[in-house]
């Protein structure tokens, strides 16, 4: 007798063998992707939803997150376990789903161990290394593109360096299209909200020009504005607007736009958690209100509620839900309990928001943080497409 462990090796070892003679996809070359509906699906344990289980009807592309090259080569290096999941990941969103849904394997993102992307930029052979190993994976696996979350280039020399990667990138990915008769792979990018900041005391700039050329679209995350790194006082973690400061939405999209990226490569990211504060005083609990430190957290760590927990707590704790006119975003209030989120209501204002600005999409980070769809399929029913 075989063992069940036996059997799943067979099977695995089978699943990876048959994908390897997969060179490029067919079957979604018609698809229309004029608008894109994203989210990011994350590959660990936290919140961790089967690639089964994915609506499709609410998404145009899905984000495999994340992958990482390996630091010194900066090749990638994918485990068998890993493999299989890449497999069915790609395996479940092209062929056993309808309607199928494009995927793109994340690659880094703001996580702890994230690897030294500036190094790999500088460096001729390790892009190089870089480009065609990811290139390489891609087709391996099924993907449809390839999304570099690099957050963030530090200053105006990796500014240069990523703009060279990509248009490396572009180049190879049009070279192989055309070896092998592929469509070109995607590239896409997540970035930061504004295309220009201050962080640790550096200005910086995005390459814009190399990102019109080389990239399909990009994706501004508008969220984490405000968080437990300010627990002094409650903010608004996506604010729509902001008298105050520079630091909402219509200002980075705005900006973005100022600096010349083409409004169709343009794609706002929407948080699906909340971020929580305690109140100094319960009566005092507006944008902006006095706080002692973090609030509740629940699976994704200091401070932050999922948008289901969030959802959860409010109904555990008959919480008061508030819209704030000052900067359109939703918070709720529980005692000394403060949550800033985003709802029904605020979500439906950004999308109307990212049309009025006639943007390619949205994206959601991230897809299992959902309360039974409630926020992708508000998006997804607003979110009126182009010809
Ligand atoms: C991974 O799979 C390959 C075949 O695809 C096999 O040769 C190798 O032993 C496997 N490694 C582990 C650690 O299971
Ligand atoms: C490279 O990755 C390993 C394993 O993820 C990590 O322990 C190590 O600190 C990394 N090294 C550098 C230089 O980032
Ligand atoms: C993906 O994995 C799940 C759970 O192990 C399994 O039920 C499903 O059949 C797999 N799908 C594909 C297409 O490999
Ligand atoms: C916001 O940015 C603009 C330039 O884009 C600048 O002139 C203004 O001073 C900034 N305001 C604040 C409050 O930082
Ligand atoms: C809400 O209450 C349920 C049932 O008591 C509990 O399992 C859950 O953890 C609570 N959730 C939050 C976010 O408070």
């Known amino acids: 007798m075989m063992s069940t462990l036996q059997a799943r090796n067979i099977i695995s070892t089978f699943l990876v063998f048959l994908i390897s003679f997969i060179s490029c996809n067919s079957v979604l070359d018609s698809y229309d992707s004029n608008s894109i509906k994203g989210a990011y699906w994350p590959s660990g344990r936290i919140s961790y939803l089967p690639p089964s289980a994915i609506d499709t009807t609410l998404f145009t592309h899905v984000y495999y997150a994340f992958l990482q090259p390996n630091n010194v080569t900066f090749k990638f290096q994918i485990d068998n376990s890993t493999a299989l999941q890449l497999v069915n990941f790609t395996s479940t969103l092209h062929y056993s789903k309808n309607p199928p849904v494009k995927t793109l394997f994340s690659i880094g993102g703001g996580g702890g161990n994230v690897p030294q992307f500036a190094l790999m930029a500088s460096f001729p052979s390790l892009r190089r290394n870089f480009i065609l190993s990811s290139i390489e994976v891609a087709r391996k696996f099924g993907f449809d593109g390839i999304d570099l979350d690099w957050e963030y280039p530090q ?24 070896a092998t008769n592929c469509p070109q792979l995607l590239l896409s990018a997540a970035v930061y909200f ?8 550096t200005f910086r700039t995005y390459p814009v020009d190399s990102m ?3 990239l399909d679209w990009i994706n501004a995350m508008c969220y984490d504005y405000h968080g437990s790194w300010e627990p002094s006082v409650t903010g608004s973690p996506s604010a729509l607007i902001d008298p105050k400061s520079n630091i909402s ?51 994704g760590g200091e401070g932050v509620l999922f948008y289901y927990e969030v959802e959860d707590f409010n109904k555990n704790n008959s919480a008061t839900v508030k819209f704030d006119l000052g900067t359109l975003s939703t918070y709720s209030v529980a005692g000394n309990v403060w949550i800033g989120y985003d709802n029904r209501r605020s979500t439906a204002l950004r999308i109307g928001y990212a049309q009025a600005l ?23 029913e607003l979110w009126i497409g182009y010809k």
Do not use: C
């Open 155 to 178: 200053n105006p020399q990796e500014m240069n360096d990523y703009s060279i990667l990509l248009d490396e990138w572009r180049a190879e990915v049009i070279k192989e299209s055309e």
């Open 194 to 201: 504004s295309v220009n900041f201050f962080l640790s005391g």
């Open 212 to 214: 019109n050329k080389n």
């Open 249 to 299: 939405t219509s200002y980075g999209l705005s900006s973005w736009i100022k600096a010349g990226i083409y409004r169709n490569k343009l794609v706002m990211g929407l948080p699906l958690y909340g971020r929580t504060w305690t109140l100094k005083d319960p009566s005092v609990h507006g944008v902006g209100a006095p706080a002692v430190g973090v609030g509740p957290q629940g699976a």
């Open 358 to 380: 006639r943007l390619r999409g949205y994206f959601f980070w991230a897809l299992s943080y959902d309360q039974d769809w409630k926020l992708s399929k508000t998006a997804s």
